[in-house]
């Protein structure tokens, strides 16, 4: 191949590319979006809790957040770590189902924590409830609930 063949395949090559956009990517038609909600904040054991849902297309992931209830006053010492049980369960209404249930223990520092439950897949047009639960001694769990209908 001679050189002026060569710079025209190059010449070629260099025009296909431009043609494509820079920031073009393929994206698959069936992409789903991921659509967090989050219940109201309930007091437990002293600290702040809230459970969250977070739903992409027909699954469900519940989690809870721990947190201190409000700020430390000045001056005062960290907050020493607390031992919590926690229980996070999730289940269809009007599935006549068990909800799933899962406790864990953690540990709760300064710092706020997520505590993540199964996920679950649930028909399309289902509304789905969570609770969480967070108990500490002598401090039982006094659960936050959250409720989402699944719309796919």
Known sequence: ??????????????????????????QPADTVATVTSCGHSGLQ????????????????????????????????????PKELITTLSAEVIGAGAAPGTQTKW????????????????????STIRGTFGVASFPHPARPVVHEVTITC
């Open 106 to 125: 953690v540990t709760f520092t300064a710092a706020n924590l997520e505590v993540h439950g199964p996920v679950s897949t649930v028909p399309c047009g």
């Open 45 to 80: 054991a002293g600290l702040s809790t809230r459970l969250c849902a977070a739903v992409t297309g027909n699954t469900v992931e519940f989690y809870g957040t721990v947190g201190l209830a409000g700020p430390p006053s000045p001056g005062s010492p960290a907050p020493t």
């Open 1 to 26: 191949m001679n050189r002026l063949a060569l710079l025209a395949a190059g010449t070629a090559g260099l025009a296909v590319f431009a043609i494509t956009p820079a920031g073009a990517t393929a």
